[in-house]
């Protein structure tokens, strides 16, 4: 099962538009994978970015039943970047 998993801050704008591009694809059913978000400013989103080795935000990773196909950081990916992976 592939799942999306977004590491960011709330105050971070770089960080806001990553996880809204995602929920605007997911909405529009592009894809049905689930998107979690980690808010690197907790601890449950500290230990999850450590597991991950999260270095900065944001961060994006889509995973495949555990295993790592793409990652994006400091950057939301435009469309044709992370569509092939979630179809």
Same mark, same amino acid.
């Given at each position: 099962?592939?799942?999306?998993?977004?590491?960011? !801050?709330? %105050?971070?704008?770089?960080?806001? %538009? /990553?996880?809204?591009?995602?929920?605007? $694809?997911?909405?529009? *059913?592009? $894809? %049905? /994978?689930?998107?979690?978000?980690? %808010?690197? @400013? #907790?601890?449950?989103?500290?230990? @999850?970015?450590?597991y991950h080795?999260? =270095?900065?935000?944001? #961060?994006?990773?889509?995973? =495949? =039943?555990? !295993?790592?196909? /793409?990652?994006?950081? !400091? *950057?939301?990916?435009?469309?044709? @970047? $992370?569509?092939?992976?979630? #179809?």
């Amino acid at each position: 099962m592939k799942q999306i998993f977004v590491f960011g !801050k709330p %105050d971070c704008p770089v960080c806001k %538009d /990553a996880r809204e591009k995602l929920l605007y $694809f997911k909405e529009k *059913k592009t $894809f %049905d /994978a689930p998107i979690k978000y980690y %808010d690197m @400013e #907790t601890v449950e989103g500290l230990t @999850e970015g450590a597991y991950h080795e999260v =270095d900065d935000i944001p #961060t994006i990773i889509i995973l =495949d =039943d555990k !295993k790592e196909l /793409a990652r994006w950081v !400091k *950057k939301p990916p435009v469309s044709e @970047e $992370f569509l092939p992976y979630l #179809t």
